[in-house]
């Protein structure tokens, strides 16, 4: 069965630099999530998007942002990197409830 | 507002043995979900199990069940004959289903399982 896609699965930036991190959703999934997972802590919410419009926000700094496209993709971008956004970055999608998890970005800034 | 909590930062078990990892929950909502992921080493998040709260029957998915009691707000994941490859992070994780849409999933600390042979 197809999975949720995330690329790039490893990115290594520089502070100040800026990342645009991309997740495609499992076929017939119409809502994504974006969370990030620092080392050894659980996963935090950031921001969600149900049919393409914003549903909720977390716990995101305003250098990010994010979207979801007409096919349903989405794209968290991150501007001014700072090492404490050094994590792993999931998407998840779902369609009645359950949520299915990409793979992660592994995001490191030095 | 929600919360997990999951009081077993470790668990070290012996293969073939079942394991029980505890989770609590507080909500105010009277609809909601309840998950289990396992993260291994490898970072993946993968959905073990989902118990609704209107469910009546536990929920179970092969050798996982999850032992649901409302009245304690507590939804633990029971392994059955645990294997090697059990060993990783386990999160307990809950949303509410009150609203249609996007419903961001709180987690707990997790807990880090290891199986020894």
């Known amino acids: 069965a197809a999975g949720v896609i995330q690329s790039p699965r490893h990115l290594i930036k520089e502070k100040r630099e800026t990342a645009t991190l991309k997740c495609y959703p499992i076929?017939?999934?119409?809502?994504v999530y974006w969370y990030q997972q620092g080392p050894g802590q659980d996963p935090q919410f950031l921001i969600s998007f149900y049919e393409k419009m914003q549903s909720d926000k977390g716990s995101i700094p305003d250098r990010f942002s994010a979207q979801q496209f007409s096919d349903y993709h989405s794209e968290l971008n991150m501007s001014s990197l700072e090492l404490g956004d050094s994590a792993l970055y999931f998407c998840a999608s779902s369609r009645y409830g359950e949520q299915y998890f990409g793979p992660g970005t592994r995001l490191t800034v030095t | 507002a929600q919360k997990i909590t999951q009081t077993q930062p470790g668990m070290f078990v012996q293969e073939k043995e079942a394991v029980t990892l505890d989770c609590t929950y507080d909500t105010s909502d009277q609809s909601y979900g309840l998950f289990w992921y396992k993260q291994p080493s490898s970072g993946e998040m993968i959905f073990l199990i989902y118990q609704g709260s209107y469910d009546e029957q536990n929920a179970t998915e092969g050798r996982y069940s999850l032992n649901f009691q409302k009245a304690r707000k507590s939804a633990n994941l029971v392994i059955s004959a645990s294997q090697l490859g059990d060993s990783a992070m386990y999160f307990c994780a809950m949303i509410s289903t009150k609203i249609q849409g996007a419903q961001k999933l709180v987690f707990g600390q997790g807990t880090r399982l290891t199986i020894n042979p």
């Open positions: 076929p017939r999934h119409d809502t």
